[in-house]
């Protein structure tokens, strides 16, 4: 498990190093890699490592993940892991994501995850909401 936790790291830090060194063949390929780490890191048995890589496949906004996510978030016993779950799917904001969380609102058996889930989907309103006032606001000065 430590060995897994090391290449879950090993591989961020090469992520993190090939953005600033703008090399984008060298960024697709290893962002590839790292996908496919972080998916095998949504099977672990370390919680540590499927929350860790939840939240970075959120941060990527990998759309791929978004069924093995969608998974914890209505399968997993544990509510932290499903926490990540949700968060990662609100960040990779799809309308299949988003809808996820949305109904995680209504049917989650955790008071703690339901509350969470409506504020992850009330934030995806609001930034949505205010979209579509600057879009308008844009219009607006086009026509004038």
């Not at 984008?24 to 095998?40: C, F, G, H, R, Y």
């Not at 941060?59 to 932290?80: C, G, Q, Y």
């Not at 909401?129 to 308008?136: C, G, T």
Request: net charge positive.
């Amino acid at each position: 498990m430590k060995s897994l936790l090391f290449a879950l790291i090993l591989t961020l830090a090469i992520v993190s190093t090939s953005f600033s060194a703008g090399n984008p063949k060298a960024t697709l390929e290893i962002k590839q890699n790292t996908v496919s780490s972080l998916l095998i890191g949504l099977n672990s048995s370390n919680l540590g490592l499927k929350s860790s890589s939840a939240y970075m496949l959120g941060e990527l906004k990998v759309t791929s993940a978004v069924i093995p996510l969608m998974r914890i978030l209505h399968e997993n016993e544990n509510e932290d892991l499903r926490i990540a779950a949700a968060l990662a799917l609100y960040k990779i904001g799809t309308p299949l994501a988003i809808n996820a969380v949305k109904q995680s609102v209504r049917f989650d058996n955790s008071e703690r995850v339901c509350k969470l889930c409506a504020s992850f989907y009330n934030e995806y309103q609001k930034n949505k909401l205010n979209d579509e006032e600057k879009y308008q606001y844009a219009v607006n000065l086009e026509e004038k």
